[in-house]
């Protein structure tokens, strides 16, 4: 079994490796069943590349970030799927 610091860090490197996006700071951690898993849900925000460092200032206008969601077995620690994760309208 893997508590959720740990699920956070699969999470993080899992990006790092799989995507060319920016560093991801954590947004939302659930708990929850995927396809039988037992899996901590982890989404991660990002701001895309293009944006660079005018991310900071225009993030308080627009919010300039991608989200995405990592599902990690609690069990095992495997990543079992990574998701978009659209945001309900505003």
């Given at each position: 079994m893997i508590d959720v610091k740990d699920a956070v860090q699969i999470a993080k490197r899992k990006a790092a490796e799989m995507l060319e996006e920016g560093p991801a700071s954590l947004e939302e951690i659930e708990r929850e069943d995927y396809k039988g898993h037992d899996t901590?849900?982890?989404?991660?925000?990002?701001?895309?590349?293009?944006?660079?460092?005018?991310?900071?200032?225009?993030?308080?206008?627009?919010?300039?970030l991608h989200y995405r969601r990592f599902l990690i077995d609690a069990e095992t620690g495997e990543l079992v799927a990574m998701k978009l994760r659209e945001l309900a309208s505003r």
């Open positions: 901590w849900s982890i989404t991660l925000g990002f701001v895309p590349r293009e944006l660079g460092v005018t991310a900071s200032i225009t993030r308080f206008r627009v919010d300039p």
